[in-house]
């Protein structure tokens, strides 16, 4: 399935964005979707997920203050990004885990202080 996020941009400090991946078909039977994230010079790191069941995973960094959904309908995934802080400056990756493993390309977040 391809992935195409979109939502990324410049926001300060303390701001909101709102992350939307849409896949190319049907993701109601993937069984797990997720966001990670990279930041320069830093290993890519799990954000999110969420299971089609409906179940959530939020890494520490960001629990309490991201979410994560989808709409199978729509077949699109959403990252609500509240209370945004500097170090959560980087790219975000869309991915879909159904046996195979499936990558968008990418959305640039940056936070100032």
């Known amino acids: 399935v391809q992935l195409v996020e979109s939502g990324g941009g410049l926001v300060q400090a303390g701001g909101s964005l709102r992350l939307s991946c849409a896949a190319s078909?049907?993701?109601?039977?993937?069984?797990?979707m997720g966001w990670y994230r990279q930041a320069p010079g830093k290993q890519r790191e799990l954000v999110a997920r969420i299971t089609s069941g409906g179940r959530t995973y939020h890494a520490d960094s960001v629990k309490g203050r991201f979410t994560i959904s989808r709409d199978n309908a729509k077949n699109t995934v959403y990252l609500q990004m509240n209370s945004l802080k500097p170090e959560d400056t980087a790219v975000y990756y869309c991915?879909?885990?159904?046996?195979?493993?499936?990558w968008g390309q990418g959305t640039q977040v940056t936070v100032s202080s």
């Open positions: 991915n879909a885990d159904y046996g195979n493993d499936d």
């Open positions: 078909s049907s993701i109601f039977s993937i069984n797990t």
